[in-house]
């Protein structure tokens, strides 16, 4: 299956943004009432110098729009030197058009008055008349390089009576504020700015379905703040929602991303950029816009940040300008993308597939909300899992068809999948692809236990569940005893798996063997993993829920389930461009249109280690040198590039 590697494109040239979010340390959002071309240029040069092209700017809206029927124009000069400054240095800007919540308050304009910014017919005109007045004036800009509608509109949007805008009306806005731009004579990408936190990326409603939206714009961005209780998940935070992002089939540009460095040390925050640049990168990510340019330390009396004072330490740079960590993190993203020639590099297709259930992104009668965080879980953890096994995975979406061409399909925790769904699956079994399901019985007491039609028949089982009681885990890890071999792990081999979950999803499945073969079983004799061959392929059963037990436990990556996924690899005959034994380095790998092929090995080690990638039929090579490689080194948390050449 194709997964997500589109680029912007324009003039017919793949672009590829690396930049910052700015305000200058002179005013924050009040900027451009204290404006100073001087020290713009000097934010600027630092930018420019350690490879960063384009910024994201703003027009504070209560500032530029300070009454229904006019902009200030001298706040407009103002943008337009900044614009200027951008040219002369060689840098772009995306203007974001409707600011009203920035770094943790919202701010209106004076006339707003309370309406609703959807809903109220002539407050969204006024809306569309700024975002056309403004894009007339700028769209001839030669340092212009894209537009955004908002900042964090489902922050922003939202009445104080309703969790969220209704969906039609939020879709109806953003369609009336991309014309506005297209009116405007702005002929460059737009996007909306909203954050990509719509259901089918969250699995939370906020009104703005990244699907239906998707369909209006150029490139989707996500905003990526999540925190995690577990390293190796939050280091690949950002790049699961990136997979997510991909929904619309658009571009996916990391839009914001970043930490404070109230909240973390210089070598912490330094670690963290190199992460989420590289493993985002390897998710389909081509654009990225760090939070945010400088610190600022000089407003510390001046909301937000007199209220927020962590919201002063975000920058790149500190309040003199000086270079910080991440900075340094993206100067050396910036050279590795000229080294590779990003513009022309595709992530390969994947054989393997994880399966994102509609019930994420979708209600049914009856059907409950409280059943998405599991499954947001759940695959989450399995993306982990997949990326220590080195199994290059893409995401196929049940609402969109499962794709017909993966010959493995992985089913994390699926408590509920539709029955054509589930049908075609068996099909594809029966046409030789391998199926993995593991069980749960989900988190919550309403309709506990599976939905899946003819789980018995699928998997060669007899269930031996009680109706309405689950079969308690009473375990603090289970343990699996392979007693014959399965893909690369061989018989004797004991997998291990902390125990995590409520009361509900704290649960196996008991079954009995009707056809199907008990590979494992655990620490009781039970059986733990069965498969069942069908037709030219095979089904897997897990009676375990591990990918929901890891997602429960802090501090727990890597834990065994990359062991069942690089054996489920193994025997589905899915080769890897590039791995490496160790589940605390991930590799992956991707390929120039010229035939190069680049490999990435990035440590989840908190020390040097050292690795020897596997790469078959190739062998590895120093990026820019040539120089063969047997074994590479990587730093506390670091990340190499090589590449691998054919032999």
């Not at 930049?19 to 340390?25: E, I, M, P």
């Not at 969790?163 to 953003?174: C, G, L, Y």
């Not at 490496?580 to 120039?592: G, S």
Request: glycine letters at 8%.
């Amino acid at each position: 299956m194709r997964r997500n590697s589109a680029k912007l494109v324009v003039d017919g040239q793949p672009q590829v943004w690396l930049g910052a979010n700015f305000w200058s340390r002179t005013g924050g959002p009040l900027m451009w009432r204290n404006y100073s071309p001087e020290v713009v240029r000097e934010e600027l040069r630092v930018l420019h110098d350690h490879g960063l092209r384009q910024t994201r700017s703003f027009f504070y809206w209560p500032d530029f729009m300070p009454t229904p029927d006019e902009v200030d124009e001298a706040k407009v000069e103002h943008f337009a030197d900044f614009l200027d400054a951008h040219r002369e240095i060689g840098m772009s800007s995306i203007p974001t058009f409707i600011v009203g919540h920035m770094s943790g308050d919202n701010w209106d304009p004076a006339w707003r008055g309370g309406r609703d910014l959807y809903a109220d017919v002539w407050l969204v005109s006024r809306q569309a008349w700024f975002v056309q007045r403004m894009t007339e004036r700028f769209a001839a800009h030669p340092a212009v390089a894209g537009w955004l509608i908002s900042n964090e509109m489902p922050i922003y949007g939202r009445l104080r009576h309703e969790p969220k805008a209704p969906t039609e009306q939020v879709t109806a806005w953003a369609q009336l504020m991309v014309q506005a731009v297209r009116a405007g004579g702005g002929h460059q990408p737009v996007s909306l700015g909203d954050g990509a936190w719509g259901i089918e990326v969250t699995g939370t409603d906020n009104g703005f379905s990244v699907r239906d939206t998707g369909a209006l714009v150029d490139f989707v961005g996500p905003h990526v703040y999540r925190i995690d209780s577990d390293p190796v998940r939050q280091h690949l935070n950002a790049a699961f929602l990136c997979e997510l992002s991909a929904v619309a089939g658009k571009p996916v540009v990391l839009e914001e991303f970043g930490l404070s460095s109230d909240q973390v040390s210089a070598d912490g925050a330094g670690h963290y950029y190199r992460q989420v640049l590289h493993n985002s990168l390897l998710a389909g990510a081509t654009g990225w816009i760090a939070w945010n340019n400088t610190d600022y330390d000089d407003l510390v009396e001046q909301g937000p940040y007199s209220h927020h004072p962590f919201e002063m330490h975000f920058g790149i740079t500190d309040h003199t300008g000086k270079p910080k960590p991440p900075l340094h993190e993206l100067a050396e993203f910036a050279h590795i993308l000229s080294e590779v020639d990003f513009a022309g590099c595709e992530r390969p297709d994947a054989r393997a597939a994880l399966v994102v259930t509609e019930y994420l992104e979708r209600g049914y009668p009856f059907s409950q909300d409280d059943d998405r965080p599991l499954i947001f879980t759940s695959l989450q953890q399995a993306h982990v899992a997949a990326r220590e096994a080195d199994l290059p995975v893409g995401f196929t979406r049940e609402r969109d068809g499962i794709d017909p061409d993966c010959s493995l399909y992985l089913l994390p925790c699926a408590k509920q999948v539709q029955g054509p769904t589930w049908q075609r699956l068996r099909d594809r079994v029966a046409d030789g692809a391998l199926l993995y399901l593991s069980y749960t019985a989900g988190e919550v007491g309403h309709h506990r236990q599976p939905w899946i039609p003819y789980l018995d028949e699928t998997f060669g089982v007899e269930k031996q569940i009680t109706y309405g009681v689950v079969d308690e885990v009473d375990d603090e890890v289970v343990e699996m005893t392979f007693v014959e071999d399965f893909g690369d792990i061989t018989a004797g081999e004991v997998l291990r798996f902390r125990v995590g979950g409520n009361e509900h999803s704290r649960a196996y499945l008991p079954v009995r063997p009707r056809g199907a073969k008990v590979v494992a079983t655990d620490a009781h004799g039970r059986p733990a993993l069965l498969r069942h061959p069908t037709g030219s392929g095979e089904a897997v059963l897990c009676t375990y829920p591990v990918e929901h037990f890891a997602a429960c436990n802090s501090r727990v990556n890597p834990e065994d389930t990359h062991r069942l996924y690089s054996a489920l690899a193994r025997i589905a005959r899915i080769d890897r461009l590039v791995a490496v034994e160790d589940p605390r380095v991930l590799a992956d790998a991707l390929v120039h249109r010229d035939g190069r092929v680049f490999a990435w090995l990035v440590s989840q080690h908190d020390q040097e280690v050292s690795v020897v990638p596997t790469a078959p039929g190739r062998s590895v090579h120093e990026l820019g040198t040539g120089e063969e490689l047997a074994e590479v080194v990587l730093p506390a948390y670091g990340v190499r590039v090589v590449e691998l050449k054919a032999r």
